[in-house]
């Protein structure tokens, strides 16, 4: 059974912290994704990941980077917090085989 | 950037009635999965499409790629409390290396 966990359910920060959210996967998955999900808007993918140390930029990838050092976890980070970062950060893997996706549980990302 | 648009935004029923979700691109897509999110959750894979014109039913459930692979849809007979949440569709992107998600319905029932 596939199992995507993220490091917090619940996250609040101020204005200008480092913010870390972890993703780990155990399927050995090669494509690992981070979206954020707001009302009104859907999904919107930031980053994605398809090897290790490798990344692609999404659709709205400013104020944030990733990090893939090991091919289990991928790590989004937003460099400085702002208000319009807070969203449900959503983390989704992949294997090559396949198309379907399995989304972690989410992150609540409040930023004060 | 490939867009995929889906509507409606929001839909109400009764307990009973049916249901239509309708997605649809500019471009052919190569393949269409529907996602379903439920209140507080995160969103589940409920199926993929790959061939033109293709049917599945899954229950009460039926998705359909359209013959020229440009729009889907997802129709849900008889409604029930238990199907309440938001429905996605999501198409690969040009490149064939993401999923590019509609914004979604969100369906809530009444009983």
């Known amino acids: 059974d596939v199992k995507v966990t993220q490091s917090s359910r619940y996250l609040v920060k101020r204005t200008g912290e480092k913010v870390f959210l972890e993703c780990v996967q155990d399927?050995?998955?090669?494509?690992m994704f981070w979206y954020r999900q707001d009302p009104g808007l859907g999904l919107r993918l930031i980053y994605f990941?398809?090897?290790?140390?490798?990344?692609e930029k999404g659709d709205i990838p400013e104020g944030y980077s990733v990090s893939r050092e090991k091919k289990e976890r991928f790590s989004l980070i937003l460099e400085s917090a702002s208000t319009n970062q807070t969203s449900m950060y959503l983390c989704?893997?992949?294997?090559?085989?396949?198309?379907?996706?399995?989304f972690g549980p989410g992150t609540r990302l409040t930023v004060l | 950037g490939q867009q995929v648009m889906q509507i409606p935004q929001y839909q109400h029923v009764q307990e009973g009635e049916d249901f239509t979700t309708y997605c649809n691109s500019s471009?052919?897509?190569?393949?269409i999965q529907w996602y379903k999110q439920r209140p507080g959750g995160h969103p589940v894979f409920l199926i993929q499409?790959?061939?033109?014109?293709e049917v599945k039913k899954q229950k009460r459930l039926t998705f359909q790629f359209g013959e020229a692979k440009k729009n889907s849809s997802l129709h849900i007979t008889a409604t029930q409390t238990t199907d309440v949440g938001t429905y996605f569709c999501?198409?690969?992107?040009?490149?064939?290396?993401?999923?590019?998600f509609g914004k979604g319905t969100t369906l809530s029932v009444s009983s």
């Open positions: 499409l790959v061939k033109s014109g």
């Open positions: 399927m050995d998955h090669e494509n």
């Open positions: 990941s398809y090897d290790v140390k490798m990344k």
């Open positions: 999501a198409a690969l992107n040009q490149a064939g290396t993401a999923l590019i």
């Open positions: 471009t052919t897509l190569s393949n």
């Open positions: 989704a893997s992949r294997g090559i085989s396949y198309n379907e996706q399995f």
